[in-house]
T-cell receptor, first 116, second 115 residues
Framework: AQSVAQPEDQVNVAEGNPLTVKCTYSVSGNPYLFWYVQYPNRGLQFLLKYITGDNLVKGSYGFEAEFNKSQTSFHLKKPSALVSDSALYFCAVSRPYGGSQGNLIFGKGTKLSVKP | SQTIHQWPATLVQPVGSPLSLECTVEGTSNPNLYWYRQAAGRGLQLLFYSVGIGQISSEVPQNLSASRPQDRQFILSSKKLLLSDSGFYLC??????????????FGEGSRLTVL
């Protein structure tokens, strides 16, 4: 069965330090992988995606993610965290087409808290 | 560019009252449309998705229903709300079929409180 795991409910980081939000997946075939961010009482905003090619993907707001096929991971990273990065982060994988028309499978979300 | 609108943004309703949340997409045609519910600011639960006018698939049995009267309009309804229907409802769209990579684009959400 297809699944996405975000092993940490919360990640705490000091401002200026690097941050990592972890994501692992289990999916057949070649996955399409995504990261979304959600600020309080707002919809999810697309950050970045991996489809194919370079394993390091750069996205919005200085975030990047590294696709690691052998470890089936897609961790979100940022070299220097900002207080404004504090939000809920979701990892997602796309189901193969022909099944549910491309629905995404979401992880449970990781709350990122960046302290000044 | 494509945009997605949801309304109302917030709603407080008594138990047993009806519900109608609306979602419209602009700037694209033939999208897939989705309704998600997010409880307690956490995980997302897919409620309904639609691949075309009048075509609705339900992911979980529940007190809610969805309709797609027009290509870019998706409506979430209930005849009688329950306390457990409270939550944050998100509408989303994606490019249909193999023209897209599966990513979803979300509206700003509708906060429903049932009292």
């Amino acid at each position: 069965a297809q699944s996405v795991a975000q092993p940490e409910d919360q990640v705490n980081v000091a401002e200026g330090n690097p941050l990592t939000v972890k994501c692992t997946y289990s999916v057949s075939g070649n996955p399409y992988l995504f990261w979304y961010v959600q600020y309080p009482n707002r919809g999810l905003q697309f950050l970045l995606k991996y489809i194919t090619g370079d394993n390091l993907v750069k996205g919005s707001y200085g975030f990047e993610a590294e696709f690691n096929k052998s470890q089936t991971s897609f961790h979100l990273k940022k070299p220097s965290a900002l207080v404004s990065d504090s939000a809920l982060y979701f990892c997602a994988v796309s189901r193969p087409y022909g099944g549910s028309q491309g629905n995404l499978i979401f992880g449970k979300g990781t709350k990122l808290s960046v302290k000044p | 560019s494509q945009t997605i609108h949801q309304w109302p943004a917030t709603l407080v309703q008594p138990v047993g009252s009806p519900l109608s949340l609306e979602c419209t997409v602009e700037g694209t045609s033939n999208p897939n449309l989705y309704w998600y519910r997010q409880a307690a600011g956490r995980g997302l639960q897919l409620l309904f998705y639609s691949v075309g006018i009048g075509q609705i698939s339900s992911e979980v049995p529940q007190n809610l229903s969805a309709s797609r009267p027009q290509d870019r309009q998706f409506i979430l309804s209930s005849k009688k709300l329950l306390l457990s229907d409270s939550g944050f409802y998100l509408c989303a769209w994606s490019v249909r079929g193999n023209r897209g990579t599966g990513e979803l684009f979300f509206g700003e959400g509708s906060r429903l409180t049932v009292l």
